[in-house]
């Protein structure tokens, strides 16, 4: 019998540049509005209820808009923004939708967040004990940080996540991830083999600084899938959201969710995730996930590290904040802001085409747009 002709997935195999062909400068921008049909393996899941948004446009915030630029960069996909009940402003590139799915990257790790401030709350979780109290198992890299300072990107050990590295740790982890297949001779690892694998030395953070890295919300997802179902728990944030779309989350082969970033909303639905997070200092006849709905609030108050290069902001339980919105950034050129003093959100995605995927002289100038449209 002839044997059957096979190559590798031209999408998950690693190319040039120690990248897989949706991450490719010429694929990424397919790449990130088709994550949710490109990774290895993903869950879908819908809300029972859709939360509605009435569109209502804001004539003095269209303005502003239009002179932020924001909507005329080369790699813009959608913005929207929401408050309360309304859409207040909604707009796409002439290759997109808002109501399209888009990968949202590292704002995923918000879903940490609440899944987090339900743990501590119900007391299934303790953020001042260490790693190993959780995982006796795990490597020299966790051991010994508290959870607390791993909710805060507050731990020094030797995982790498520079963008413009192509052998950094970070492109590892997408193997673990679902996001790339590694060499066609090598078992795909599991999340959690990748992340008790990792080592560290003295993991206290020496300067006031955050420590960012993706493994951190890897080692809180492989803990909190011990104390509750993963799946449920997404399930019960997309009902308390109240989505029109589906959520799509790329998923391990240990079957764990890929928090770190493997989540695809459409722009109209991240905007509802912010209202969701605000939700829990304005609480409405609309649902909200959890019950500890102060832990959110306490996260923006509390002392946390800063984040270097962007004066003012700190990183707080899987949070960015500057001590008055929170949000979140995203590899590729996302971000989500919420004011959850007045309930507005605002959702901007976009692709960066440049050889690493990131700037971050990019993100810090569309932070500084997207705080103006906050306040108006």
């Known amino acids: 019998m002839k044997k059957v002709k096979t190559i590798p997935n031209p999408d998950l195999f690693v190319q040039s540049n120690n990248k897989q062909g949706w991450n490719q400068p010429e694929n990424r921008r397919h790449g990130f509005h088709n994550t949710y049909r490109l990774f290895r393996r993903g869950l879908m899941s819908r809300a029972k209820e859709i939360v509605m948004l009435e569109a209502k446009l804001d004539q003095k915030l269209e303005e502003a808009i239009l002179f932020s630029g924001l909507c005329n960069l080369p790699s813009f996909s959608a913005l929207v923004i929401a408050e309360n009940g309304v859409i207040l402003h909604q707009s796409a590139a002439k290759d997109f939708d808002p109501g399209l799915p888009h990968s949202i990257q590292s704002i995923s790790k918000m879903f940490i967040h609440l899944i987090y401030g339900q743990l501590i709350a119900t007391g299934l979780i303790d953020p001042k004990k260490i790693v190993s109290y959780y995982l006796p198992q795990v490597g020299s890299a966790y051991a010994s940080a508290t959870v607390q300072d791993v909710l805060d990107m507050n731990v020094t050990n030797d995982f790498s996540e520079n963008y413009d590295d ?99 909303l459409s722009a109209r639905d991240l905007a509802r995730f912010g209202l969701l997070l605000a939700r829990t200092k304005n609480k409405s006849n609309h649902q909200i996930y959890g019950k500890n709905t102060s832990f959110t609030v306490n996260s923006v108050r509390r002392s946390a590290p800063k984040i270097f290069g962007r004066e003012g902001q700190r990183y707080s339980n899987h949070l960015m904040t500057n001590g008055y919105w929170i949000g979140h950034a995203g590899y590729g050129g996302q971000f989500l802001m919420v004011d959850i003093e007045k309930s507005r959100s605002i959702a901007f995605l976009s692709v960066l085409e440049n050889s690493s995927g990131y700037d971050e002289t990019y993100m810090a100038e569309v932070i500084k747009k997207l705080e103006k449209l906050l306040i108006l």
């Open 166 to 264: 192509p052998l950094a740790d970070c492109y590892r982890e997408e193997e673990a991830l679902g996001w790339r297949i590694p060499s066609l001779d090598a078992q795909e690892p599991t999340l959690e083999e990748f992340v008790i694998s990792l080592t560290g030395q003295n993991l206290e953070n020496p300067t006031d600084f955050a420590r960012y890295k993706s493994a951190n919300t890897d080692i809180l997802t492989v803990i909190a899938a011990q104390k509750i179902n993963l799946f449920e728990a997404i399930e019960q944030i997309i009902d308390a959201a109240g989505f029109e779309g589906a959520l799509y989350c790329s998923i391990s082969s240990d079957l764990l969710p890929a928090f770190s970033g493997g989540i695809s």
